[in-house]
């Protein structure tokens, strides 16, 4: 969890087997199974939302804001999220031409409760499932190789060919795949393992060069980040394209092979791991195929799969295959062990903005928690049991099930 983060992985989920996003696409690059659960909304009210008169929603309504310049550019017939579960474009639009001028929290959920409806979210197996998050790494690099700086982030390949499957079936909206023309069929691209054996040597395609094989890896993970360079100045690069083979959790197999616990296992146990293990762990990075290219990105950063700016602590990474991207949803879960608020309800409204390779399923958030080692801290090991509920506005019909 996609600035890039399509194809992000979301930092904890990294540990447990999935992850989310990265972002730098405006379109959702999720894995191309069909999705094996169906979603549906039970509608409610906004006293059924747990801690909704508590939260101070301005950060909130500056990252709704984005995603309604999204929608305004849309044309107004066009469906929100899959199979038009989330209405058009046009019942969108009306909703955000009343947005308040202001920021103030009271007029804020004013706004909110005469323009929307909420649904508890849930799938075949109930309304509980988990949440992530993920963050921007900040690192050195440079846009020369030398021997500190050896490591090379690749540019996406002319040859490599991404489908959005959804332009061909209607069914299929979210799902994309990735791979090469060769006598006129496509075929799967090159692997890691393969581009780390020097698949595309000689090709010009490395944009910028990092010092630790390790932190590229978990830069491709998040799928966007900030780059100190050498030379002076710092740099955003983000999700330029996906190589089209499904993410391995590198985290699991630490896990299964018994050399990490669950419960120790945390973005950052992870990466120390493979630190502490050089010999081991280009081999071991290498069973995760997926891999991700990259563009620099001018401006403010991260952009999510949605193609706006993410808000730290208040973008979210869904499964774009069964949920519209911009919709606000409330979350119901808790604070990770580790952090200073361990224990206590993390309940929040936050905006669906971004999509990840393994947010999979109808209740499954990844949430951006910002930039840095302090996004680290928290991101790195939120692994949550939790609900959420959607806002849809009034004027779109009950979703009927979709799966």
């Known amino acids: 969890m996609i600035p890039g983060t399509a194809c992000r992985l979301a930092a904890a989920a990294l540990i447990a087997g999935g992850l989310a996003g990265c972002a730098g696409t405006p379109a959702p690059q999720p894995q191309p199974e069909s999705p094996k659960e169906l979603v549906i909304f039970a509608p409610a009210s906004f006293a059924d939302l747990p801690g909704w008169a508590d939260d101070e929603l301005r950060a909130a309504l500056a990252a709704f804001r984005r995603s309604c310049a999204v929608f305004a550019k ?51 197996k109930g ?43 209607a069914d299929l909206s979210g799902n994309s795949i990735a791979g090469r023309v060769v006598d006129g069929r496509l075929k799967p691209y090159a692997t890691r393992a393969d581009i780390d054996s020097g698949a595309l040597a000689g090709q010009d395609l490395e944009l910028l060069w990092l010092a630790d094989s390790v932190d590229a890896f978990f830069l491709q993970v ?49 990466a120390q791991w493979l630190k502490d293990h050089p010999a081991e762990a280009p081999a071991l990075m290498a069973r995760n195929p997926r891999f991700i290219f990259f563009r620099e990105i001018e401006g403010e950063g991260p952009i999510g799969a949605q193609g706006t700016v993410l808000t730290a602590q208040r973008s979210m990474a869904v499964d774009g295959a069964l949920l519209p991207l911009g919709a606000p949803f409330w979350i119901d879960t808790s604070w990770p062990a ?24 109808p209740v499954r958030g990844d949430l951006f928690w910002g930039t ?32």
């Open 222 to 270: 998040q799928g966007s980040g900030r780059i100190r360079l050498a030379e002076g100045g710092t740099t955003r690069v983000g999700f330029a394209a996906h190589n089209g083979h499904g993410f391995v959790s590198i985290g699991r197999i630490l896990i299964d092979e018994g050399k990490l616990t669950k419960d120790q296992a945390t973005a950052q146990s992870v």
């Open 127 to 169: 309304s509980e499932g988990l949440f992530t998050g993920y963050y921007e790494p900040e690192l050195a690099g440079a846009r020369s190789r030398s021997d500190q700086y050896s490591v090379p982030l690749f540019r996406r390949p002319a040859e490599l060919v991404m489908v959005d499957l959804g332009e061909f079936r």
């Open 74 to 124: 849309s044309p107004p017939g066009a469906p929100v999220g899959p199979q038009g579960i989330g209405g058009s474009a046009a019942e969108w639009q009306q909703v955000c031409a009343e947005v308040p001028a202001t920021d103030d929290a009271a007029a804020t959920r004013k706004f909110l409760e005469q323009e929307f409806t909420p649904y508890l979210v849930a799938g075949t």
């Open 338 to 361: 580790g952090t200073d608020r361990a224990g206590q309800p993390l309940r929040r409204l936050m905006i669906a903005q971004d999509v990840g390779g393994a947010i999979k399923g």
């Open 372 to 403: 840095g080692a302090a996004a680290l801290e928290v991101a790195g090991r939120l692994k949550q049991p939790g609900r959420y509920f959607i806002l849809l506005p009034k004027t779109v019909p009950i979703p009927a099930p979709v799966g």
